[in-house]
């Protein structure tokens, strides 16, 4: 491909993954790659990225881009593990099975010997290796085979790896002192993550080089941590989406300070701009104002928290307690069929992972049978802690609304909700699976207003707009 | 037109000359800021070296360091320019009979005006690099003001005429990321992040700023720190917490990391009491352990 069309299929790649690159980035990265050439990969990358990559939560997919507009090496690459020979001889199946797991056993243990030396050259070959190996997609006859990182990553199963490798960070070696428990299997598990999205680019980079670079994007370069939906984030994500948290209520805390503060600029404070009109020979160059005062919600939040949808619950509840002084009162309940109060658990600046640990604890005070139903807990909620919710406060209900099929008293939510100020109900699934199943989404969205709400990037908007 | 850095790997050199070790993509994304004469927007947790990197720009290519410090509440007066009325007024009371306009004219003039850093920048005609620190503290209106000088490097005095830059100043903005800026920013500028440097890096920067320090204490100390930030603190550790640490430890006449040391200087590198706690917590295992070997 030459090196324009090249260009120009990536920055299009790039505005599908949701990157919003303008014309103007666009010819300011032309002449970047001008000024730095080709020679040095890095630089290139340094070169686009400034250019083109404008917000760090971006960056992942154009990483992820970039290795595959601008791969590193051709082929199978240095340990040539090309696909893996068709089995001519007859050994019986037993046999072959012995032979995998003999040569998934060594990988591992290679593995973590490199993740605990660090020895990025070593953990590339491996990449080749384990994907060369173990992650061929059989498919019959020319260009239907193809390569998966499923299929690499379950037979090595890193999650063997990261205990093995916590086991050998907590023993140390004669250059690295012992870590703690909990710091082992943190170190163990970014580093296996990070190789893990390794295997994951490397089978990006097979892939594109038989199907072409654009199919691959379109196909399987991850979103944006903030578009990743909550109910299909996988462990690392949920992990780095955790992180964002609490940047992300801070970026909003400010933001809605300052939208406050311009709000608030009240009546002419006479007094204050007539005497500071006086070293400016009584002329009221600057006008003083009197503030305004605030108002403040009270918020009260109802949420599922059964399986399907705790991660949800979890994080909308970590940003609503980190913006705990936007709102003059803040109370919290969980229910899967039965609610508990979970108020207490929650402080500002709290450990978020002991946070969600403890709301994780909860969810078996908010079950009885363990199968949600929502009619029966807005029962429990109305009859055990209906006062929480007067005239003043706004009840946010949190959920997928999907009941097994029990009686949804909806007259509980329409009695809820005329009691409070006001009302609303988010929920993690796409509006184009609502009502499906046992979902009675609609029902409840005739009720109380209903929301999308599947990712960061709707939570932080709707959280905006309600304070 | 004025070159700045030859090449990435020149800028990478002169800034280490100048005593700011660069990684790959902080050396080519300040050659190319230079090549292409777009300011270059430095985003990243506090103490990352975002300000310094501006600094040492300006050490690396002799040129002189304006610097606009930004603030709530910051407003045209205080970046751009401003009349001084004061002066002005007594200068009107001082006219006596002579004309408005003759008087008018005179009170607009270059003594009467008071220039701040984004004008100073633009009119300087000596290298200058313009340093916009800490550039999300500032209102909204504030970018718009930004935005403007930055596109065309030339600001409009209603009473004086346009004042467009002679050379283009090396324009460094800054920010910790507490808001996004305005797209209309970010489009103008080149991006980059700065995160916290890997092992190697940071004990170099140790080293380099920190005489007398083993080189064995400041590899136990960046591997600590990397512990630390690997605990999610309410305030991380910061490269300048690093090089604390590292003075303090060696005045202190310290020269192994153990718990006891730990233990006593762990306030040199954070500050809040809950998280001194979690990390005590925390590293007592690994250093339990280092004393049994
Ligand atoms: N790459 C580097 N080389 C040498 N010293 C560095 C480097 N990065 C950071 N430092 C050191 O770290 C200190 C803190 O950096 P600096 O004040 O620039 O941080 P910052 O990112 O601007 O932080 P803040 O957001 O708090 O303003 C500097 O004074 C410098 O000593
Ligand atoms: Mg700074």
């Known amino acids: 491909m030459a090196l324009l069309d090249r260009h120009i299929a990536f920055v299009e790649a790039l505005r599908a993954a949701g990157l919003p690159v303008s014309l103007s980035e666009d010819l300011d990265a032309v002449e970047a790659v001008t000024q730095l050439g080709l020679a040095d990969r890095e630089a290139l990358r340094a070169g686009l990225a400034a250019t083109l990559v404008k917000r760090e939560g971006h960056r992942t997919s154009f990483d992820a881009l970039f290795d595959l507009w601008f791969p590193p090496l051709l082929g199978a690459g240095v340990g040539g593990h090309g696909a893996p020979p068709e089995d001519e001889d007859d050994r019986t199946a037993e046999q072959v099975a012995q032979v995998l797991r003999t040569e998934v056993e060594a990988l591992r243990q290679e593995l973590s010997q490199a993740l605990q030396d660090e020895d990025a050259d070593r953990l590339r070959e491996l990449t080749q290796e384990a994907v060369g190996r173990f992650g061929a997609m059989p498919g019959r006859g020319q260009g239907l085979s193809s390569w998966s990182s499923y299929n690499a990553l379950q037979r090595i199963d890193p999650d063997t790896v990261v205990l093995r490798l916590a086991r050998a960070l907590m023993a140390g070696s004669d250059d690295r002192r012992p870590l703690s428990e909990e710091l082992a299997m943190r ?14 680019g490397e089978v990006r980079r097979r892939v594109a080089e038989e199907k072409g670079a654009e199919h691959v994007a379109r196909t399987t370069v991850r979103p944006s941590v903030d578009r990743i939906p909550f109910t299909a ?14 940047p992300l209520a801070r970026r909003l805390a400010s933001r809605l300070a300052k939208e406050q503060h311009a709000r608030r600029r009240g009546p002419l404070d006479f007094r204050r701009t007539v005497r500071a009109s006086v070293s400016t020979g009584g002329v009221p160059l600057t006008t003083h104002h009197r503030p305004r005062r605030p108002h403040r919600t009270e918020l009260v939040v109802l949420c599922d928290v059964s399986g399907s949808v705790a991660n949800f619950a979890a994080f909308t509840l970590l940003l609503v307690y980190a913006l705990q002084e936007q709102f003059s009162k803040v109370r919290a309940f969980t229910f899967v069929d039965d609610v508990a109060e979970v108020t207490g658990e929650f402080r500002a600046g709290a450990d978020p992972e002991e946070t969600l640990t403890r709301l994780t604890e909860s969810a078996r005070h908010a079950s009885l049978w363990g199968r949600t139903d929502y009619g029966r807990a807005l ?5 055990r802690f209906g006062d929480a919710v007067g005239p003043r406060s706004s009840l946010l209900v949190l959920g997928d609304a999907r009941s097994n099929y029990t009686d949804p008293r909806l007259d509980v939510l329409r009695d809820l909700a005329d009691r409070a100020r006001h009302a609303w109900w988010l929920n993690p699934e796409a509006t184009a699976q609502w009502d499906t199943g046992d979902s009675a989404a609609s029902q409840y969205g005739e009720v109380v207003p209903m929301v999308e709400c599947r990712n960061l990037a709707q939570l932080t908007a709707f959280v905006h707009d309600i304070v | 037109m004025t070159t700045w850095f030859d090449s990435p790997a020149d800028a990478a050199k002169r800034l280490h000359d100048s005593g700011y070790l660069a990684d790959t993509a902080t050396a080519t994304t300040a050659y190319l800021a230079g090549a292409l004469e777009k300011p270059l927007l430095v985003e990243g947790p506090a103490g990352v070296g975002k300000t310094e990197l501006a600094k040492a720009v300006a050490r690396a290519t002799g040129a002189e360091l304006v610097r606009l410090q930004c603030y709530e509440g910051l407003d045209e007066a205080r970046a751009l320019y401003e009349w001084n009325y004061k002066k002005q007024l007594l200068r009107i009371q001082a006219a006596g009979d002579q004309s408005w306009e ?12 008071l220039t701040r850093p984004l004008l100073t920048a633009i009119r300087r005609e000596e290298q200058t690099v313009l340093l916009v620190d800490e550039v999300d503290k500032t209102d909204v209106e504030v970018e718009g003001l930004l935005l403007e000088v930055l596109s065309d490097f030339q600001v409009t005095i209603p009473e004086m005429g346009t004042v467009s830059a002679v050379r283009r100043p090396f324009v460094v903005l800054t920010s910790n990321a507490t808001r996004e800026l305005s797209e209309a920013v970010k489009r103008r500028c080149l991006f980059l992040h700065l995160d916290y440097p890997d092992a190697a890096r940071e004990k170099e920067i140790v080293v380099s700023q920190v005489p007398g320090v083993a080189d064995r204490l400041a590899a136990e100390l960046v591997e600590t720190v990397a512990r630390l930030r690997e605990l999610e603190l309410k305030k991380a550790p910061s490269i300048a917490e690093s090089v604390d640490w590292a003075r303090t430890l060696v005045a202190l006449e310290v020269d192994d990391l153990d718990e006891e040391a730990v233990g006593a200087t762990l306030g040199v590198v954070l500050k809040h009491a809950s998280d001194q706690d979690k990390a005590l917590a925390a590293l007592r295992g690994h250093q339990a352990g280092a004393r049994r070997r």
């Open chain 1, 187 to 200: 170190t163990a598990t970014r580093r296996v993550e990070g190789w893990r999205r390794q295997v994951e």
């Open chain 1, 233 to 246: 984030a996988r462990r690392g994500e949920i992990e780095e989406m955790r992180r964002q948290i609490y």
């Open chain 1, 379 to 383: 029962r429990e909620f109305r009859s």
């Open chain 2, 102 to 113: 003759q008087t008018h004219d005179d009170i607009f003039t270059e003594e009467f005006l």
